[in-house]
């Protein structure tokens, strides 16, 4: 499975801004697909994630102002961000897992995840 983010730049606070992930290769083992951002001198976090059944999970910090979405054939994901704010900024991550890889993400279990894109960089400025 390989994941291509894009969409990245840089933005005023307030503003909105949609990152995009192409996912090629033996997509139907994948079961869920995340966002994931890592700040300059932070760890990864999760931002948000969406199983293959259609469940979502927001990280408190982005909830009310980003939405996942997927195209119906699980080849392309996005992350709408609205109100954007300097916090923020970060390396955006696509990452894509098998069974059970949804439900570690949200306790933290990042790594689990089995197939990660380069990511793209989100700047927000103040």
């Known amino acids: 499975v390989k994941l291509v983010e894009s969409g990245g730049g840089s933005v005023e606070a307030g503003g909105s801004l949609r990152v995009s992930c192409a996912a090629s290769?033996?997509?139907?083992?994948?079961?869920?697909m995340g966002w994931f951002r890592q700040a300059p001198g932070k760890g990864r976090e999760l931002v948000a994630i969406?199983?293959?059944?259609?469940?979502?999970y927001y990280a408190d910090s982005v909830k009310g102002r980003f939405t996942i979405s997927r195209d119906s054939s699980w080849t392309t994901l996005y992350l709408q961000m609205n109100r954007l704010k300097p916090d923020d900024t970060a390396t955006y991550y696509c990452?894509?897992?098998?069974?059970?890889?949804?439900?570690?993400?949200?306790?933290?279990?990042?790594?689990?995840?089995?197939?990660w894109g380069k990511g793209t960089l989100v700047t927000v400025s103040s």
């Open positions: 990452a894509a897992g098998g069974p059970g890889r949804y439900r570690a993400a949200i306790e933290g279990k990042w790594y689990d995840m089995d197939y």
């Open positions: 969406i199983s293959r059944g259609g469940d979502t």
């Open positions: 290769g033996f997509i139907t083992i994948i079961d869920s």
